[in-house]
């Protein structure tokens, strides 16, 4: 006996059909992604479309989730088509405007939140490139009494920032300050900073998905170092006696990064940490 009609517009069908299609077009993970598409679709959470496998999707449902299927196989980000992204534990809203957040830059998180806990009374933090906030609204919640300056040179950025602090309801401890990297900026007890650092020469071999990201938070120059280098200059003036700086890199960079730092602190203590998948991530600097 065939089966009904309506089971193809059942939860377990459309993973199916949503996984094979994303398998076909060469997506990474994609049972996870047709995990993820599907529940946005229902409002529901992964774990439920276990627990309900028999639920039937609607025809605007069904109709939704084909777009966005179709627009994940073109490679689009996850985040960007549901509109969302989990860091460090917490949701952050993401749009087109802003780079996705990483669970590389968790590091540069724990490393602030880790030296803010030894220093109590170092409580002002300044986030260049903060794009959505994420890294700044996580060590806000972690370390009550610290207010962070989130900068950043794009406006729409910043918008995407200002929306993520107000759900967090961070309002009087995170601000927005759209400007240059560290011209301007009053002093700070820590700098942190995710600036972008993709060179030219792997603009063009770099994976499709970034095409989508803002090009602004993603290219750092001939040799992926030119805001880096700029923000390393600025710096000294910035950071208080006994603060730190961290700077999130690309592995191949960090050797030329601890150089650069120790020119700029001849007397600093300058170190590099690993990333969870062991490869050189943060370089810090502890004035």
């Keep these: 006996m065939a089966p009904p009609a309506t089971d193809s517009g059942r939860v377990k069908a459309q993973l199916l059909k949503t996984r094979a299609t994303l398998a076909g077009a060469g997506i990474p993970l994609p049972w996870l992604d047709a995990e993820i598409l599907v529940a946005h679709v229902l409002h529901s959470s992964r774990e439920r479309l276990h627990s309900h496998p028999d639920r039937l999707l609607t025809v605007a449902q069904r109709t939704k989730l084909r777009r966005l299927t179709r627009r994940r196989a073109a490679r689009v980000p996850v985040p960007y088509l549901v509109g969302e992204r989990e860091f460090y534990g ?56 610290v207010k962070i300056e989130a900068r950043d040179v794009s406006a729409p950025a910043l918008r995407v920032a200002d929306r993520n602090i107000a759900h967090h309801r961070l309002r009087r401890r995170v601000t927005t300050v759209r400007g240059d990297l560290l011209r301007g900026a009053r002093p700070a007890d820590v700098i942190l900073a995710n600036l972008p650092y993709i060179p030219d020469a792997l603009r063009r071999i770099r994976p499709k998905e970034l095409e989508y990201e803002p090009a602004l938070a993603l290219d750092g120059g001939k040799d992926g170092l030119d805001l880096i280098r700029t923000a390393l200059t600025q710096a000294p003036a910035v950071v208080k006696p006994g603060g730190l700086v961290l700077l999130e890199c690309d592995p191949a960079q960090t050797r030329r990064i601890v150089r650069l730092a120790q020119g700029h602190w001849t007397a600093a203590e300058v170190s590099v940490h690993k990333d969870l998948a062991g490869l050189n991530r943060v370089v810090r600097i502890q004035t």
Excluded: Q, Y
């Design 90 to 145: 917490h949701v952050f809203l993401v749009t087109p405007a802003v780079l996705v957040p990483r669970p590389s830059s968790e590091l540069l998180v724990e490393l602030a939140i880790d030296w803010l806990k030894a220093h109590p009374t170092a409580r002002r933090v300044i986030d260049l490139g903060t794009g959505s906030g994420a890294v700044a609204i996580s060590v806000a919640k972690a370390v009550p009494g």
